[in-house]
């Protein structure tokens, strides 16, 4: 076939995807579209010859455009929903975000906001958080902030506890250190409540193994604990005074203060609900 009957009949398909309206008009020999009054009709020099193509006018550019952007956006959402559900082992904490905040704590959400506007920073030289102190400060909540923040700019984030890692390294088909390993294509891995877990010579070797594999790795990592800053300064158990050495270098400690929001949640649910109670 003829290279000149192979492009007449592209030049026809194309067509067909650009039909004729009733009040496009022609001018100076070319289809224009009633509408936006622009070419959809085009003069081009084909094997030394002229040829009238079909092109898109401007409508149909503008229209082409947001058809193109829905559908960016749609897989936009599509993978910052598999993001969130990949990374939020504890569907609660898909909830907790600083939209939800209910002030308790500004200091600690100002970091936490700092935190997720300075990340490309903290990723380039691999440094995460260490929020410590007593129970029902908002250490958790802040940490699953950060993880939702960054999720919506579309960094991949993984909050779990260490115990829940454990069990899945250990139920993975391809091998404890494989799961291992695969902790480390998120850009930020959060631990919450560290030391809360059963105290074993294994599990010890797990944690220090999931902290090693993110410090030579050279990524984040946030780690939320019960534990006072005089407890993982001076343990008595050498492998943790390794685990707790290297968790300073990695990460910014913060000293996480206040009242226990849980039993303050506690008095308010009994409150709200003694009178229906009849207590």
Same mark, same amino acid.
């Not at 936009?76 to 704590?105: E, V």
């Not at 250490?139 to 909050?159: E, Q, R, Y």
């Given at each position: 076939?003829?290279?000149?009957?192979?492009?007449?009949?592209?030049?026809?398909?194309?067509?067909?995807?650009? #039909?004729?309206?009733?009040? !496009? @008009?022609?001018?100076?020999?070319?289809?224009?579209?009633?509408?936006?009054?622009?070419?959809?009709?085009?003069?081009?020099?084909?094997?030394?010859?002229?040829?009238?193509?079909?092109? +898109?006018?401007?409508?149909?550019?503008?229209?082409?455009?947001?058809?193109?952007?829905?559908?960016?956006?749609?897989?936009?959402?599509?993978?910052?929903?598999? +993001?969130?559900?990949?990374?939020?082992?504890?569907?609660?904490?898909?909830?907790?975000?600083?939209?939800?905040?209910?002030?308790?704590?500004?200091?600690?959400?100002?970091?936490?906001?700092?935190?997720?506007?300075?990340?490309?920073?903290?990723?380039?030289?691999?440094?995460? +958080?260490?929020?410590?102190?007593?129970?029902?400060?908002?250490?958790?909540?802040?940490?699953?902030?950060?993880?939702?923040?960054?999720?919506?700019?579309?960094?991949?984030?993984?909050?779990? %506890?260490?115990?829940?890692?454990?069990?899945?390294?250990?139920?993975?088909? %391809?091998?404890?250190?494989?799961?291992?390993?695969? +902790?480390?294509?998120?850009?930020?891995?959060?631990?919450?409540?560290?030391?809360?877990?059963?105290?074993?010579? @294994?599990?010890?070797?797990?944690?220090?193994?999931?902290?090693?594999?993110?410090?030579?790795?050279?990524?984040?990592?946030?780690?939320?604990?019960?534990?006072?800053?005089?407890?993982?300064? %001076? #343990?008595?158990?050498?492998?943790?005074?390794?685990?707790?050495?290297?968790?300073?270098?990695?990460?910014?400690? @913060?000293?996480?203060?206040?009242?226990?929001?849980?039993?303050?949640?506690?008095?308010? !649910?009994?409150?709200? @609900?003694?009178?229906?109670?009849?207590?």
């Amino acid at each position: 076939m003829e290279v000149g009957v192979i492009m007449s009949s592209l030049i026809a398909k194309a067509a067909e995807n650009i #039909p004729q309206e009733a009040d !496009d @008009y022609i001018k100076d020999g070319l289809l224009y579209c009633g509408k936006c009054h622009t070419q959809k009709q085009c003069r081009i020099n084909l094997l030394g010859s002229e040829a009238v193509v079909f092109c +898109l006018c401007k409508c149909a550019k503008e229209k082409q455009e947001a058809e193109e952007e829905e559908l960016r956006q749609r897989e936009h959402l599509r993978r910052l929903d598999s +993001l969130r559900r990949t990374g939020f082992p504890d569907s609660d904490m898909l909830r907790w975000t600083f939209d939800t905040d209910d002030g308790g704590n500004r200091k600690l959400t100002q970091i936490a906001k700092a935190y997720v506007e300075n990340f490309a920073k903290f990723k380039a030289d691999g440094k995460g +958080l260490l929020l410590y102190g007593t129970v029902g400060t908002g250490k958790t909540f802040a940490a699953a902030c950060i993880a939702n923040a960054l999720i919506d700019k579309g960094v991949a984030c993984m909050v779990s %506890s260490m115990a829940r890692i454990v069990n899945m390294a250990q139920a993975c088909e %391809s091998g404890r250190q494989a799961y291992l390993d695969s +902790l480390n294509r998120f850009d930020l891995l959060v631990i919450d409540d560290l030391s809360s877990e059963r105290e074993t010579e @294994y599990m010890t070797e797990m944690v220090q193994s999931i902290i090693d594999a993110r410090y030579r790795a050279h990524k984040p990592l946030i780690v939320t604990t019960n534990l006072t800053g005089d407890e993982m300064k %001076s #343990p008595e158990d050498m492998s943790k005074q390794r685990i707790y050495s290297r968790l300073f270098e990695m990460c910014i400690p @913060y000293e996480v203060k206040g009242d226990d929001r849980r039993k303050t949640k506690l008095t308010n !649910d009994y409150n709200a @609900y003694k009178d229906l109670l009849g207590l």
